[in-house]
Structures are given as structure tokens and as C-alpha cells.
């Protein structure tokens, strides 16, 4: 597993390298909350022969883990929510949409890529929009998928907030193995089942995530002014952005897609930069891998 050093961080990484020309954008994924690069895999099976492909696991996630010393769950989650409520009160998270688009501009430097489109999902779609506001000059162009928002619904996120706290905490009790688990989470935010491979792999993923970037991007992103800063960088994006929505997408419904949508110029220019997805829920990149691939690959061949 080839890694990458941004910061300190080893980032695991895969890059597809097929002969392409110069001219031709390098697609990079950017994966969601206690997701990591696996989930990309059957969409770049779609994209890859047509465009080079980087996936890469966010710093604290997947593999791209700092070596720690090994602490006692109950303790480390303690201490980790303590530190994510005090950055978040300095202000000074680094694990905030800013702090990862950060890591992706080095990201940018370190591979030498000139020209890209990035493809986020769901938090990984805010990192993508604050990553093309950073750098114009490489990004060509933005794709959403399940990613929406602007709307700051205070009972809502903090409902939202105290879940997903909860789930972190009690992820020790995932490790030992629970009867029909990775059932569970093969339904879990889906139209219809996945197969339980992907149930497997959400358990191993949220076992695996580092508690204060778990939670650090948790309560970071889900801030009155973080959520009503993402449509000001929509508004003044010149790249072209298409968002993604599940139809049946209960975590970022469609209506929340289409608001944040409606701040960028093609909304208007074109009568709609959003895509809906027939019986889809909040993973398209592994309900709908073919049909997700035709209508990005119609996407970024009108752009190229």
C-alpha cells in the first residue's frame, strides 16, 4: 500500500496510470465521514479507462493514520471529545473543511498535477468545493455526490451531532463481533441492500477512524457558521460544480442538495446543476456504480 507524507501523515493512496495526455484532468475522490477510499473502487472501474483515477484515505481515516500509542477506548474517546469541543471553541480545528482542503492542495503539489476535477462525497463534497476555492488554477471542475446543505436547523444538527458522538463512543462493542452486524450496516443509509462485503467494510472503517478526526470533523462541519459558509464558496466558484442526489437519500435529502445547488451559476445558466438518481440512498458510489459513471463521464466530457 503506497502512502504519501502530507504533514506528518502518511495518506494512503492509489493511483490508476494508464498512457493519458498531458491535457487530460486527473480525477481525484475525496470519501465522506468514517468512509475511506475502498468506496471508490467499482465507480473507477466505470472511470479509469477514460481518465487517471487518485484515491486516497483523509488524514485520520482508512489508512492514513499518525502512529499513536494504544489508550484505553473509553479514555480515548474522553479525551478526544474534549479536544474536538475546545478546538472548535479556539477555533482552531485541524479538522475542519479547510484543514483537509489544505492537505489536498499539498496533495495537488506533491504529485505534480496541473489540471483536476474532484469528485467528494457527501462531508467529502464540502472538502472538494473549499479545495477548488483554494486552487482555481488546478481545479477544472467539482462533482457532489449525496453533498448539499447551507441550511443551519439547530435542534436538527445538534440530534445529528449527538448520534453521531454516540456511535463513536460505542464503536468498541463493534470489534467484538455482533450477530447479522455487517447486515446491519449493508442497509444502513441505502436505498436497498448492498452486499454484506460493504457492510464488513463500513465496521472495519469506523473501527479503524481516529476518534479526534472523527469527531473533529463531526462537530467542525456541522457549525452554524461552517454550514452557512458553504454556499458563499458555491456562489463564487467560476469551475463548473454538478451535485448528485440520492431520491431516497435520508441523510442529505434532495431539496438540501438543490439549495446549495442554487448558489452556483450553472443553476441558472443551465436550469439545473443537479442530477436527482432514481431509488438511490446516501451511497451512490456503490448503489449505482454503472449509472453514477455514464451521466460523470457525460459530465466531464461536455467540459472537455
Sequence with gaps: MPTIDILGVPHAYELTSPSFQVSTPVLIFIHGWLLSRQYWLPLIEQLAPNYPCLIYDLRGFGDSQKVREALNLDIDWEISL?????????????????AYAQDL?????????????????????????WG??????TVQGVICLN?????????????????????????PSWSSYM???????????MARPLEKRWGRQRILDLLKADPQAALGSLLDSTTETEVHLLPQIVSR??????????????????KYVRYLASFHPLFEVQGNNVIELANCGH??????????????????????
Excluded at 296 to 304: A, F, G, P, Q, T
Design 147 to 171: 453533498s448539499g446543505g447551507g441550511i443551519y436547523l439547530k435542534e436538527e444538527f445538534e440530534r445529528f451531532r449527538l448520534a453521531g458522538e454516540q456511535l463513536i463512543k460505542r464503536r
Design 82 to 98: 474534549q479536544r474536538a469541543h475546545s478546538n472548535l471553541t479556539n477555533g482552531s480545528s485541524p479538522f475542519g473543511l479547510g
Design 105 to 129: 492542495r499539498i496533495l495537488l503539489q506533491k504529485f505534480a498535477i496541473k489540471r483536476a476535477w474532484l469528485i467528494g462525497h457527501s462531508l467529502g463534497g464540502g472538502i472538494a468545493l
Design 237 to 254: 466558484l467560476q469551475q463548473p460544480v454538478y451535485f448528485l442526489a440520492g431520491d431516497k437519500d435520508t441523510v442529505m435529502e434532495p
Design 179 to 189: 450477530p447479522l452486524i455487517d447486515v446491519l450496516f449493508s442497509h444502513l443509509m
Design 132 to 137: 477548488a476555492d483554494s486552487c482555481p488554477e
Design 283 to 304: 451511497m451512490s458510489m456503490v448503489e449505482q456504480p454503472e449509472i453514477l459513471g455514464e451521466k460523470m463521464l457525460k459530465i466531464l466530457m461536455s467540459h472537455s
